[in-house]
T-cell receptor, first 114, second 112 residues
Framework: NAGVTQTPKFQVLKTGQSMTLQCAQDMNHEYMSWYRQDPGMGLRLIHY???????DQGEVPNGYNVSRSTTEDFPLRLLSAAPSQTSVYFC?????????????FGPGTRLLVL | LAKTTQPISMDSYEGQEVNITCSHNNIATNDYITWYQQFPSQGPRFIIQ???TKVTNEVASLFIPADRKSSTLSLPRVSLSDTAVYYCLVGNNSGGYQKVTFGTGTKLQVIP
């Protein structure tokens, strides 16, 4: 199993540009989520999904969009990039949505918005 | 959100045992305590999970007192490769991960 994969590893955007961060898992997990991590801060939940076709907002959803058309994929879209979205983004998945289940994280995408 | 409090940072010499304590005064009856480890430039990874008393695996031990208002992650004989940030999470399956916060964690620096 590849686990959780993310692409790209690194991206530079100009303010106002849009892009999609890709996330895929091959463990048939129901639950997937996106976090952002800023220097000196913990992980903050952006959006999450409890199954295909079901998504919901986390702690910091503004400026981001998600969809979950398949169990495997959970892309994160930046609609109009802003410098405040410069961060490291992690995708994660788990068998179910409960904290009793181990959450598996991808390697991260470093995003720089100029 | 179930709130946890951990030291911001700790230093330890190689070969020593390290204990990181997490406070969770408002832990609910059916909450579990889970610890994750994050190396620089990587995503977090699961270390250990427990509900009460003591849990041990090949990586660490987790001590939980009877009142469950705190927990202690114990890393035996740390090496330089244990330098990482350690997160304590508290929650249960009915609440979901969306009810759990990672916080800022404890940055452990292992010194040669």
């Amino acid at each position: 199993n590849a686990g959780v994969t993310q692409t790209p590893k690194f991206q530079v955007l100009k303010t106002g540009q849009s892009m999609t961060l890709q996330c895929a898992q091959d463990m048939n997990h129901e639950y997937m989520s996106w976090y952002r991590q800023d220097p000196g801060m913990g992980l903050r939940l952006i959006h999450y999904s409890v199954g295909a076709g079901i998504t919901d907002q986390g702690e910091v959803p503004n400026g981001y969009n998600v969809s979950r058309s398949t169990t495997e994929d959970f892309p994160l879209r930046l609609l109009s990039a802003a410098p405040s979205q410069t961060s490291v983004y992690f995708c994660a998945s788990s068998r179910t949505s409960g904290p009793q289940e181990t959450q598996y994280f991808g390697p991260g995408t470093r995003l720089l918005v100029l | 959100l179930a709130k946890t409090t951990q030291p911001i940072s700790m230093d330890s010499y190689e070969g020593q045992e390290v204990n990181i304590t997490c406070s969770h005064n408002n832990i609910a009856t059916n909450d579990y305590i889970t610890w994750y480890q994050q190396f620089p430039s990587q995503g977090p990874r699961f270390i250990i999970q427990g509900y009460k008393t003591k849990v041990t695996n090949e990586v660490a031990s987790l001590f939980i007192p009877a009142d469950r208002k705190s927990s202690t992650l114990s890393l035996p004989r740390v090496s330089l490769s244990d330098t990482a940030v350690y997160y304590c999470l508290v929650g249960n399956n009915s609440g979901g991960y969306q009810k759990v916060t990672f916080g800022t964690g404890t940055k452990l620096q292992v010194i040669p």
